[in-house]
């Protein structure tokens, strides 16, 4: 399976401040996915990020507070914009080939916003 | 829409006791299901996956049989150990363009000595 490297790993960023993350995967893979996990609580997806096309958001959320590029087929940034406390969460990316094959994940982000 | 309900947790078992934990879904064609484990401080990892009704997953012995009938995925262990503990989600996958997980909302197993 993909071999994903994430970072940073871990953040504590003022309320009204922007972070970006970055998934760097060992390679090629068409489809990249974001996801959030809130505290205590199970994943769900951000969006998904296509090479060259503008990545498709979950109900919930929007492109303006989580921009996300997607420059080539091995890496992609997923920003958290103007935070709030209420982002505090483990940001997760993940990749798969084929559906089938199971997804990989990133080690996530663990985002604290005071 | 699709979906994955779970067992409520956190299930507490002492070392060498057996394990189930109840996954059902419902999907409106034939997912993929799967079984993700998240150590502690720790990001998911595949435990295992099946593919189609009947299909048996296996890993580290953790065992989880697709069933069509009863729309059900549960995942067993004949005897667990201290270093199982952990928090277990059950998802699916519809394999459809989009190919997104839809995740339970995931069980915390701690296992005492």
């Known amino acids: 399976s993909a071999v994903i490297s994430q970072k940073p790993s871990r953040d504590i960023c003022q309320r009204g401040t922007s972070l970006t993350i970055q998934c760097q995967v060992d390679s090629q893979v068409t489809m990249m996915f974001w996801y959030r996990q809130q505290p205590g609580q199970s994943l769900t997806l951000i969006a998904t990020?296509?090479?060259?096309?503008?990545?498709?958001?979950e109900s919930g959320f929007v492109i303006d507070k989580f921009p996300i590029s997607r420059p080539n087929l091995t890496f992609s940034t997923l920003t958290v914009s103007n935070m709030s406390p209420e982002d505090s969460s483990i940001y997760l990316c993940?990749?798969?080939?084929?559906?089938?094959?199971?997804?990989?994940f990133g080690s996530g982000t663990r985002l604290t916003v005071v | 829409g699709d979906s994955v309900t779970q067992m409520e947790g956190p299930v507490t078992l002492s070392e060498e006791a057996f394990l189930t934990i109840n996954c059902t879904y419902t999907?409106?064609?034939?997912?993929?299901l799967f079984w993700y484990v998240q150590y502690p401080g720790e990001g998911l990892q595949l435990l295992l996956k099946?593919?189609?009704?009947?299909d048996k997953g296996s890993n580290k012995g953790f065992e989880a049989t697709y069933r069509k009938e009863t729309t059900s995925f549960h995942l067993e262990k004949g005897s667990v150990q201290v270093s199982d503990s952990a928090v277990y989600f059950c998802a699916l996958s519809m394999g459809d363009s989009s190919y997104k997980l839809i995740f339970g909302s995931g069980t915390r197993l701690l296992v005492r000595p």
């Open positions: 993940s990749v798969d080939r084929r559906a089938s094959y199971g997804y990989t």
């Open positions: 990020a296509n090479q060259g096309s503008e990545a498709t958001y």
């Open positions: 099946a593919t189609k009704a009947d």
């Open positions: 999907a409106t064609g034939y997912p993929s």
